[in-house]
């Protein structure tokens, strides 16, 4: 069974940085791309950042310069480096996983959610 697990949400003040961390564990051939969400209290979930498993990446325009994504394919895992944190970041953040390759599915799954925020 397949599950992707994140880490490394907290309370940062702004200016500061915060590195978040997702695991894809089960029996996994492939993932085609790895990505972060993050959704703030009474808005719609939004796309922060993505990568694709040949390295082609897309981030928000809000986050440009600021975030950057990583990936180990091998390790199926991914991580968000975020640092120059505005309050506006502050958000709860999911780790997506696009297309997960088994040995029987492909399909997309969603982490649990970290939280993020950013006060002084």
């Known amino acids: 069974q397949v599950q992707l697990v994140e880490s490394g949400g907290g309370l940062v003040q702004p200016g500061g940085s915060l590195r978040l961390s997702c695991a894809a564990s089960?029996?996994?051939?492939?993932?085609?791309?790895m990505g972060w969400y993050r959704q703030a209290p009474g808005k719609q979930r939004v796309l922060v950042a993505t990568?694709?498993?040949?390295?082609?990446?897309s981030y928000a325009d809000s986050v440009k310069g600021r975030f950057t994504i990583s990936r180990d394919n091998a390790r199926f895992t991914a991580h968000l480096q975020m640092n120059n944190l505005k309050p506006e970041d502050t958000a709860v953040y999911f780790c997506?996983?696009?297309?997960?390759?088994?040995?029987?599915?492909?399909?997309?799954?969603w982490g649990q959610g970290t939280q993020v925020t950013v006060s002084s």
């Open positions: 990568m694709s498993n040949g390295g082609g990446t």
């Open positions: 997506k996983a696009d297309k997960i390759r088994t040995s029987t599915t492909i399909k997309d799954y």
């Open positions: 089960g029996i996994i051939f492939d993932i085609y791309n």
